[in-house]
């Protein structure tokens, strides 16, 4: 009888951890792997030129990390969950801004666009992403907005924008052996549930 090979499961588990602004998702998630000195961060963001206040954040987050860890500033998520050459746990911050560059590579702000074809290149972009994770070998955080939580956005685009960052959260949270909700720094625990 042939059996079905499983993927190999990393030491730690995939963690997700979702939080709203400054909530301090970021910052507990590099608790999460703090004693590991090699630690692969990948920052989604990139840099914004002329944007001074985000280049500050970006110096903070630089500044609270390991000097041991390595930073990549891409959005290939995907290659680097597969990486057989690096083994290294991975930290991804975050799955918001990596969606916001999806959706500018695809025009999906615009509602022509979303509607020929824009919505159908940012879902295959958020499955392919959601099996990468679901198969990596390494130790894998995440972290991610809740954006669900808030007011309506005003906009198709806003909206549409919400609505995709949730179900790709989803996708990562079912593929996760850990969910956590970090609200004013405090972690509560998602999955596996408590009790």
Do not use: I
């Amino acid at each position: 009888m042939a059996t079905r090979s499983e993927p190999t499961r990393p030491p730690l588990p995939r963690t997700l951890l979702l939080g709203g602004a400054r909530s301090g998702k970021s910052t507990r998630a590099e608790q999460l792997l703090a004693d590991r000195p090699d630690v692969l961060y990948v920052a989604t963001g990139g840099t914004r030129d002329g944007d001074a206040e985000w280049a500050q954040r970006v110096a903070l987050h630089r500044e609270r990390r390991p000097a041991s860890w390595r930073t990549a500033e891409t959005c290939d998520l995907e290659a680097v969950l597969a990486d057989p050459a690096d083994p290294a746990p991975v930290l991804v911050d975050c799955l918001a801004l990596w969606l916001t560059a999806v959706m500018d590579e695809c025009g999906a702000w615009d509602d022509e666009v979303w509607a020929a074809g824009g919505e159908a290149a940012v879902q295959r972009r958020c499955e392919a992403l959601a099996r990468a994770w679901a198969a990596t070998g390494r130790t894998a955080v995440a972290v991610s907005n809740e954006v669900g939580m808030g007011v309506v956005p005003a906009t198709a685009a806003g909206r549409r924008f919400r609505d995709t960052l949730g179900r790709l959260n989803m996708a990562v949270a079912d593929a996760s052996e850990r969910v956590l909700l970090v609200v004013a720094g405090q972690v509560l625990t998602v999955k596996p549930a408590v009790g």
